[in-house]
């Protein structure tokens, strides 16, 4: 039997750090959705109790470092099965990009091999799983829009927001969110942004409203390191993006668009110095 999940990727449309807690973690708040730029994962049943991973892109790992593997191995060990499965990842989300493609691996994983193994795990035990492997995995497993609290695990659905292009540029660098959290003093935040207003915005459709509330504590940690996420991000200023923010840690800059008729304006400029540029509809 054969079975397949798309694994979207996520971006922040506000991600906001209360603190720094004793346990090490970050307590947050974000707001996050779904974008048309997806991984598309294939799973096949073996009768061999074994897990194997394949993919076309080089620059990831295939082993027991992959999440979507640890996805695997997480829920065979907790519901005893005894049956194997290959997973081969056609991987198309920039990796280490702010955009939670691993995550999401991992997510669709556990969403496919709840099917594949006709195991009937409620969703919310899923994103408990989930949880174990990472805190996005948890928001990726349902996707849709969410508030997302605590170290990101603690979700609260929210309505879908007004519908734009989202028009992606990542720098040719590799940023590790630890690195990128463990620089950051999270008692000298000058400024948080706002969730009331932005959820506001979205449960109002009003779009410019929307653009006005993103906001990101850790772009200014990502853009001292790497400046180049602020070149991109004046780029599309530049270019006609009604909002404009750094996802995630970075180093991915995401710009909205409300017209149609600006997208290719946007896309075309920032591919003059910029290879990973995607154009894409945030899903609803
Ligand atoms: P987040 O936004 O959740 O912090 P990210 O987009 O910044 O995630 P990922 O693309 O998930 O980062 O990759 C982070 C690391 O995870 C990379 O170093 C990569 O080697 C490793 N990794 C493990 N499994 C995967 C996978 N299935 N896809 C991508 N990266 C993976």
């Known amino acids: 039997m054969k079975i397949y999940e798309k694994a979207s990727a996520k971006i922040n449309l506000l991600l906001d750090v209360l603190h720094k807690r004793e346990d090490g973690y970050h307590e947050v708040e974000m707001i996050m959705t779904m974008v048309d730029l997806a991984d598309r994962l294939e799973m096949t049943e073996l009768p ?39 997973i081969h990842l056609d991987k198309r989300i920039p990796v280490a990009a702010g955009l939670a493609g691993g995550s999401s691996d991992a997510a669709a994983a556990l969403r496919g091999l709840n099917r594949l193994w006709k195991l009937n795990i409620p969703t919310e035990e899923l994103q ?7 805190s996005d995995v948890p928001f990726c497993v349902t996707g849709g829009t969410a508030i997302a609290r605590g170290r990101g695990e603690k979700l609260e659905p929210i309505a879908t927001p007004p519908q734009c292009w989202v028009v992606l540029a990542k720098p040719p660098i590799h940023v590790s969110t630890q690195e990128i959290y463990g620089k950051l003093n999270a008692k000298a935040i000058s400024r ?11 449960e109002h459709q009003q779009f410019y409203e929307m653009c006005q509330a993103m906001g990101n504590v850790l772009e200014d940690v990502t853009v001292r390191l790497y400046p180049e996420v602020r070149q991109i991000k004046e780029c599309m200023l530049r270019l006609g993006a009604d909002g404009v923010l750094m996802s995630g840690s970075g180093p991915t800059v995401f710009g909205l ?24 509809r945030m899903l609803s």
């Open 48 to 86: 061999r109790d074994t897990i194997i991973i394949s993919s076309q892109a080089g620059y990831i790992p295939l082993d027991e470092k992959n999440l979507a593997f640890q996805a695997a191995k997480l829920i065979k060990d907790r519901y005893n099965v005894r049956t194997g499965v290959y």
């Open 128 to 134: 408990t799983l989930g949880a174990e492997l990472g």
């Open 192 to 202: 948080h942004p706002s969730v009331p207003r932005m959820r506001r915005a979205i």
């Open 257 to 280: 668009v409300a017209k149609e008729s600006k997208v290719a304006r946007l896309y075309n400029g920032l591919r003059g110095f910029c290879k990973d540029v995607y154009a894409v």
